[in-house]
């Protein structure tokens, strides 16, 4: 009967372990805050961010932490099981902005719950939305890092102008964001190819009908462990050119990460999957300029007829940036633009005069 016993307890260590494990770490947290002490558990890091003119914003001195209990902790995967946004983590961040009480409300870090909305909120019937992705990823050192976010965050406030919704602070942001990883730090895979990506996303609730600026909304961050975004890995990914679609254009609103941009590409992106196909080369006019490439950033590296290596991007403001930073890094030339000479199954660099302009290719013309 004893060995029994010990058995079963054995079995449910096992089946809790990772609940026993959070929940100390929990305990640990909550009494450091009742103390007033920073937690510095494990250091993270993210670049210095320029400071932005003073503009109405929630405050990271204000931020209120309510860490989930043991019952509410959820069950870490295997990270070969890992698939892009399907698993979360066990806390969220929330901020509400509310005009008719002054503005932006106190920021909190709560435990991962459903969001509620009125069935007339601005969000649901015209697209008033935006969100950003970025990533923290664990290094050998075992600190985790954020590649660049302060960028994310100027983006962010960029696509809230364009959409009517109230702008903050990058700094007070990042500085909750941090808090938010550190607290769930846990999820941070230990594996090369994963990393915890942070979803910060920002909503128009005004619960009434009519085009309008909403005066009211809510700002709010997930996180997820993921690992590759593709069933292909780290191996090359296919790509539907049709110059039929076009998902941006002069004037429009795809330099704005709005979910608005996404939704009319499903049928395109359907399309490619039914061609086994992995992605979308999303081209403009009839000299099929290059806007984009779907889900992903784009970058192009060959060799011209000199011999000499060069690069070149479809320029936007985050991609711009590690763009310069290659150039610098590797010293290779760059030049904007240049023309592509399609096949039905392989792209051919050549120089020329234009951005992104192919040649010879049908409408069903597709590249990898």
């Known amino acids: 009967m004893v060995i029994q016993t010990k058995q079963c307890a054995c079995r449910w260590i096992l089946r809790h372990?990772?609940?026993?494990?959070q929940g100390a770490r929990s305990c640990h947290l909550k009494v450091k805050e009742a103390l007033g002490v920073e937690d510095t558990a494990r250091p993270f890091e993210h670049e210095k961010i320029e400071p932005e003119p003073q503009i109405e914003t929630f405050r990271y001195a204000d931020l209120k932490t309510t860490l989930a209990e043991p019952h509410q902790l959820r069950l870490k995967p295997d990270v070969s099981e890992l698939k892009f946004g399907q698993i979360f983590t066990d806390h969220m961040l929330k901020v509400?902005?509310?005009?008719?009480?002054?503005?932006?409300?106190t920021p909190e870090i709560i435990p991962f719950e459903n969001i509620s909305l009125h069935p007339a909120a601005k969000v649901l019937h015209y697209a008033v939305e935006l969100f950003e992705g970025l990533k923290a990823y664990r290094g050998v050192d075992g600190r985790v890092r954020i590649f660049r976010p302060d960028m994310n965050m100027h983006r962010m406030n960029i696509s809230a102008k364009t959409s009517g919704l109230p702008t903050f602070e990058s700094e007070e942001m990042l500085k909750c964001l941090k808090r938010l990883v550190s607290v769930d730090q846990e999820w941070v895979p230990h594996a090369e190819g994963a990393s915890l990506y942070l979803r910060p996303t920002l909503i128009g609730i005004d619960g009434t009908l009519g085009v309008a600026q909403s005066e009211s909304a809510l700002l709010f961050t997930i996180l997820c462990p993921v690992g590759n975004y593709f069933a292909t890995g780290s191996d090359a990914v296919s790509l539907l050119a049709d110059p039929m679609y076009a998902r941006a254009w002069p004037g429009g609103c795809g330099d704005k990460k709005v979910g608005s941009n996404y939704g009319p590409t499903i049928r395109v992106q359907k399309k490619a999957s039914n061609r086994g196909l992995q992605q979308v080369l999303w081209l403009y006019g009839k000299d099929?300029?290059?806007?984009?490439?779907?889900?992903?950033?784009?970058?192009?590296?060959?060799?011209?007829?000199?011999?000499?290596?060069?690069m070149h991007n479809v320029h936007t403001y985050i991609v711009s940036s590690?763009?310069?930073?290659?150039?610098?890094?590797?010293?290779?030339?760059?030049?904007?633009?240049?023309?592509?000479?399609g096949s039905n199954s392989c792209l051919n660099y050549t120089n020329g005069s234009r951005m992104g302009r192919f040649q010879s290719c049908s409408k069903d013309d597709y590249y990898e």
Do not use: C, P, S
């Open 17 to 21: 372990q990772h609940k026993l494990k």
């Open 96 to 105: 509400f902005y509310h005009g008719a009480l002054g503005g932006w409300q």
């Open 288 to 310: 099929h300029q290059i806007t984009e490439v779907g889900t992903m950033n784009i970058f192009m590296f060959y060799i011209n007829e000199d011999g000499g290596k060069q």
């Open 322 to 341: 590690i763009y310069l930073i290659f150039r610098k890094r590797t010293g290779y030339t760059t030049t904007k633009w240049f023309n592509f000479t």
